[in-house]
């Protein structure tokens, strides 16, 4: 019997993932597999650029999981620098483009995976294509970027002032916030909302602007941006709002992203209101057999308000990998959603949120509750105890958890995996307050900052 060929699209965590799952269940001789990667890395993490950017990664290739080289030792036909511009899924193949040499053909498959990631929001803005303007969305941007601020010389060598304007104030701009201090610049960050930080509540992300600000980051607020200046040899000079100019040497855009679903919605595949493709629990595109869809592309279950979010992680990505490579291969394998965790950080401030905000639970028509408690990561009188907010939601009534968010120093971010657990087990508040969790004064307070939200959170629903 001929060899089945499966072919992926995109070569990063979920598609890869996806291919290596499926090897390891069928040979070459039982399953050909032809993944197609446009770029000139495989295998790699992203969530490590900033760090490399601001030295704490020496190296470039230390983000690299797997080289293509290995991927095709384990027989795996992954083809660099070519692009997929057309799906065909009534007869079952691809056109793709070979982006060195321009040539173009069609390769057939018995099974599609669309792994195509998300791409960087860039909006009409003049100027945002000017020389010193950079996002940071796969390794080629990292590496130019770097070239970009190694041109501007050292902050011991390179006269005068040394100036870096980062716009948006979500997780990749605050991480490049840091990793430019960690170079040398004087930062500013632009932020179109009303605090940075926007998956957290605006209580919340009050207090990471007043770390910023701490920290010697400048944070603009309710700062919409409306062009990018350039100087007389075309290079980015400055960034320009409705209300002031800021002067740059080098401009890094965190405005966000959004699923890269393009040639799926050419080719007729459903997507749902957030731009992303729509599967089922085992990662299938809804409506067709033969292709299935995961990582930065895809939107996800909310566990917590029931309805399909957009939510771009790693973490999913893999496990959406080896769920579609398990079922593809002859194995079997469920997503069942997702509770939204995501931890950061800027400098030493750690940021962490699972679940719903308050304007996800009114969105969702949740009557909720919130508290909010100050706590130390260890025993007051430990040395070195770190200072942290926690912030909880629970649904009025039932008493549900539906959110947590954590703003403090060392030993604060993790803590949300506690909420994240008790989230997918669809805990009470009044529960989550008798876990048995691990106590002693250099890790914890005898009742965990968690746990004191928790407390604090029954009693705002009995009052109620």
Request: proline residues 5%.
């Amino acid at each position: 019997m001929a060899a089945q060929r499966l072919v992926v699209i995109g070569g990063d965590a979920a598609g890869m993932s996806a291919a290596s799952q499926a090897r390891r269940f069928r040979t070459p001789d039982e399953l050909e597999i032809v993944a197609f990667e446009r770029g000139h890395f495989a295998s790699y993490s992203a969530c490590g650029i900033p760090y490399w950017i601001g030295g704490q990664v020496a190296e470039r290739d230390e983000l690299i999981a797997r080289t293509p080289e290995e991927h095709r030792d384990r027989g795996i036909d992954l083809r660099m620098r070519t692009e997929v511009v057309e799906i065909d899924p009534d007869r079952g193949r691809v056109r793709t483009r070979d982006l060195e040499s321009g040539a173009e053909s069609w390769t057939g498959w018995d099974r599609l995976v669309i792994a195509t990631g998300a791409r960087p929001v860039r909006p009409p803005i003049p100027g945002i294509g000017a020389p010193g303007v950079h996002g940071v969305q796969n390794l080629d941007d990292g590496q130019a970027l770097l070239g970009t601020l190694e041109g501007l010389g050292s902050p011991g060598g390179a006269p005068g002032r040394r100036r870096a304007v980062v716009v948006g104030a979500g997780y990749i701009g605050v991480e490049m916030a840091e990793a430019l201090l960690n170079r040398g610049f004087e930062v500013t960050v632009l932020n179109r909302g009303e605090q940075p930080m926007a998956t957290l509540d605006p209580d919340m992300g009050r207090l990471v602007h007043t770390a910023m600000d701490g920290l010697g980051i400048t944070t603009v607020n309710r700062a919409e941006v409306t062009a990018i200046r350039t100087g007389d040899d075309g290079r980015v000079r400055a960034v320009a709002t409705a209300d002031a100019e800021y002067p740059a040497d080098v401009v890094v855009l965190g405005i966000g992203v959004a699923p890269e679903t393009a040639l799926a919605r050419a080719a007729g595949l459903p997507t749902g209101e957030h731009g992303g493709l729509l599967t089922d629990l085992s990662m299938r595109v809804r409506g067709r057999d033969a292709i299935w869809a995961g990582g930065d592309c895809v939107e996800v279950l909310d566990l917590v308000s029931g309805r399909d979010r957009y939510i771009p992680l790693g973490t999913h990505a893999n496990k959406h990998g080896q769920i579609i490579g398990a079922n593809i291969g002859g194995g079997y394998g469920t997503f069942p959603g997702v509770v939204g965790t995501a931890v950061s950080k800027v400098c030493d401030l750690e940021i962490a949120r699972t679940g719903l905000r308050e304007k996800d639970a009114a969105a969702a028509g949740l009557q909720y509750v919130t508290a909010t408690v100050g706590s130390t990561s260890r025993a007051g009188y430990y040395p070195d105890a770190s200072e942290m907010t926690v912030k909880i939601l629970a649904e009025r009534g039932a008493g549900r958890l539906l959110g947590l968010q954590i703003v403090g120093r060392e030993g604060a971010a993790k803590r949300v995996d506690i909420a994240a657990v008790a989230l997918t087990a669809g805990m009470t508040v009044e529960r989550m307050t008798m876990l048995d969790l691990g106590y002693a004064p250099p890790f914890s307070p005898v009742w965990d900052p968690v746990l004191v939200a928790a407390r604090k959170a029954v009693r705002a629903l009995t009052a109620g």
